[in-house]
T-cell receptor, first 116, second 113 residues
Framework: GAVVSQHPSRVICKSGTSVKIECRSL??????MFWYRQFPKKSLMLMAT?????????EQGVEKDKFLINHASLTLSTLTVTSAHPEDSSFYIC????????????FGPGTRLTVT | GNSVTQMEGPVTLSEEAFLTINCTYT??????LFWYVQYPGEGLQLLLK?????DKGSNKGFEATYRKETTSFHLEKGSVQVSDSAVYFC????????????FGTGTSLTVIP
């Protein structure tokens, strides 16, 4: 149980275009989903926290107009990188939490974004 | 505030060697502690966890004990295998920050035959 999927696993896009990454909880309802960014050989950086049906909370320094997060249902959250640039190339990982007071997060397999 | 400090790698060991990866934390309150493993090109997988002081998490031969007195959660394995080669992340989750996760910088382990 507690499986989180991400789609696509890899994406290459041209500079200036937008790309959407999906995060799904397959066998549980996720009240909260998290989006992380991982730079090469670095740790995970929390970008934003989203609760189903409400606006995402962004961490300091993360541009909310550039990284659009939508958590429209209890099993799906999307991250859209708008007007992507090469510096947005990174590994994006989502995680999901089933219960509001739970410390457990279940991580997706990640999406490798390359902007050319 | 909450933070995790993890020993820097990379670490290279021969097969069947003993592994220790140090992890210390600072937290207000009583956090839960985790070790995650990331294989090349993949996401994070939970390796083990401990939710209160003196708890020992264990899985696949790996162990870590939640030491409140030294604020540590060191990862150990008695005999590593080539298949253990991966990046290991120490993390904490604290209720007073909405159970947000705080990760260490990761330690890359390579096990050679």
């Amino acid at each position: 149980g507690a499986v989180v999927s991400q789609h696509p696993s890899r994406v290459i896009c041209k500079s200036g275009t937008s790309v959407k990454i999906e995060c799904r909880s397959l066998d549980f309802q996720a009240t909260t989903m998290f989006w992380y960014r991982q730079f090469p050989k670095k740790s995970l950086m929390l970008m934003a926290t989203s609760n189903e049906g409400s606006k995402a909370t962004y961490e300091q320094g993360v541009e909310k107009d550039k990284f659009l997060i939508n958590h429209a249902s209890l099993t799906l959250s999307t991250l859209t990188v708008t007007s992507a640039h090469p510096e947005d190339s990174s590994f994006y990982i989502c995680s999901a939490r089933g219960q509001a007071n739970s410390y457990e997060q279940y991580f997706g397999p990640g999406t490798r974004l390359t902007v050319t | 505030g909450n933070s995790v400090t993890q020993m820097e790698g990379p670490v290279t060991l021969s097969e069947e060697a003993f592994l220790t990866i140090n992890c210390t934390y600072t937290a207000t309150g009583y956090p839960s502690l985790f070790w995650y493993v990331q294989y090349p090109g993949e996401g994070l997988q939970l390796l083990l966890k401990a939710t209160k002081a003196d708890d020992k998490g264990s899985n696949k031969g790996f162990e870590a004990t939640y030491r409140k007195e030294t604020t540590s959660f060191h990862l150990e394995k008695g005999s590593v295998q080539v298949s253990d080669s991966a990046v290991y992340f120490c993390a904490l989750s604290a209720w007073n920050t909405g159970n947000q996760f705080y990760f260490g910088t990761g330690t890359s382990l390579t096990v050679i035959p």
